[in-house]
């Protein structure tokens, strides 16, 4: 069975994406969901990185290793977004993230912006459950992202499962199942496990979420919030423990191979990862060697 981290975060400008590719297989996974360093992110010197920095950035992880899905992390409310957006994707981004920290993602202007990616064809992950650092949660609930089932055809993500609102992410699922079987919503709504629950309560959020009479198994992915570092006795550890509560709870191999692959292929619109893209280096060897 195929395996891919639905929700990595890139460390910094600079990263290795060579070890960041070695350590994902020898973790025992395929390839990776990609999330660019954020708006405000800054290099070892303390500059502030321009934006097109930032997407240049994620960008080359897939040109090297095709198996790295990248993501462009966006702020709605910067005046340029809508440039940063139809940039991202004529540059081959596969799709984007927020984390709604100071606006309501159902906000009549920040619907616009997710208007605008829906568009594009590419899916939004969003930040979905409490913020550990200092900045207040109030527009990360599930319940904010309730106005996002009218946007045409977007494709979005709560990461987390809402987490501690996990009960509160299943009610948005039930009502985006019901909006879909009465052919009111085009969108389609999706969660990552990423943590988030832990422990106990990871054990009683999947309970939840396989009993809750709702077609589960197609809409949620795995993922470990971890960075381009990529311990990989960390990542093997968060694998393991994902598979000891599925076999505690009898979750069948189909439904496994949607979590930790296929929900992630057909969230990004593909059904399979793109092959490895030759980089600029690679084309000048290439040349040289002729």
Not at 99 to 104: A, M
């Amino acid at each position: 069975m195929k395996m891919f981290d639905n929700h990595v975060h890139q460390a910094g400008i600079d990263d290795d994406t060579g070890a960041f590719y070695d350590n994902l297989r020898a973790a025992g996974l395929e390839g990776a969901l990609l999330l660019s360093l954020p708006p405000g992110a800054v290099d070892g010197a303390g500059r502030k990185l321009p934006w097109k920095e930032r997407l240049e950035s994620v960008l080359e992880f897939q040109r090297a290793h095709g198996e790295i899905v990248p993501f462009f992390h966006i702020d709605p409310t910067e005046d340029d977004v809508s440039s940063q957006i139809d940039a991202a994707a004529a540059a081959g981004i596969a799709g984007f993230k927020a984390i709604c920290i100071g606006y309501d993602p159902a906000d009549s202007a920040v619907l616009k912006t997710w208007e605008q990616i829906s568009e594009t064809g590419r899916p939004v992950t969003f930040h979905c459950g409490i913020l550990i650092g200092p900045a207040v949660s109030e527009y990360c609930r599930p319940i904010r992202y309730e106005k996002l089932l009218q946007v045409p055809g977007l494709r979005f993500c709560l990461a987390h499962v809402g987490w501690p609102w996990c009960d509160e992410a299943i009610g948005l699922l039930a009502k985006w199942n019901n909006c879909r079987n009465q052919g009111r919503t085009t969108a389609e709504l999706y969660f990552d496990a990423t943590p988030g629950a832990k422990g106990y309560s990871r054990t009683e959020m999947f309970r939840k979420l396989f009993s809750c009479e709702i077609d589960v198994a197609n809409r949620i992915m795995y993922g470990t919030d971890m960075r381009t570092g990529y311990d990989v006795r960390t990542a093997q550890s968060f694998l393991g423990k994902d598979h000891a509560i599925f076999d505690e709870l009898e979750i069948p191999e189909d439904a496994r191979e949607r979590y930790f692959s296929r929900n992630m292929l057909e969230y990004i619109g593909r059904s399979a990862v793109q092959p490895s893209v030759p980089t600029a280096a690679d084309a000048d060897a290439e040349k040289k060697g002729r």
